[in-house]
């Protein structure tokens, strides 16, 4: 019975040093600024000079508390949606560019094949060759500029296809 009691009486003194977290701010002989939640840490010819710090929520009523935290949950599910139609309005835009590269894919196989067909049966001289060169070269030049904008599409897919927030 006696340990009981000793123990309880440690406990009700130990109460207010749990409860009361202040924090204290005062400038050091350096002109540093301090913080600290231990008064006897201060030099006692700052203590005049100390301000008692405490957190802007130590001063709000519990309406304000719950509208705050109201506010918080808005503006979290506002920046969710946001970030859903960004990623919609993203998906639009992959689509058309995969539909419309895909169109131009089908072109520049069928321009390969026209000249491959015309190679047999146009070529007669040397200038007929020389025409079908620079025909090669202008449908190798579109390959080029076309397999440069297939590799940004794809990078733009993995971008979007990526894990957010990690």
Do not use: C, W
């Not at 169109?103 to 321009?111: D, F, H, I, R, S």
């Amino acid at each position: 019975m006696r340990y009981a009691s000793i123990v309880i009486a440690l406990a009700l003194m130990l109460v207010p040093f749990i409860s009361s977290a202040e924090y204290y701010k005062y400038k050091d002989e350096s002109g540093v600024l301090r913080y600290t939640d231990d008064l006897n840490e201060i030099p006692k010819d700052q203590r005049p000079n100390m301000d008692a710090y405490s957190e802007p929520a130590d001063f709000i009523t519990p309406e304000q508390e719950q509208q705050k935290v109201e506010d918080a949950e808005k503006a979290q599910k506002d920046a969710e949606a946001k970030r859903v139609k960004e990623k919609d309005a993203m998906r639009v835009k992959l689509d058309n560019t995969k539909i419309a590269l895909d169109k131009e894919y089908e072109e520049l196989n069928k321009a390969k094949q026209d000249l491959v067909d015309a190679r047999a049966d146009a070529i007669k001289n040397a200038a007929d060759t020389k025409a079908h060169q620079e025909k090669v070269l202008q449908l190798n030049e579109r390959i080029k500029d076309f397999q440069n904008r297939r590799q940004a599409f794809a990078k733009e897919v993995d971008a979007y296809n990526a894990p957010q927030g990690e």
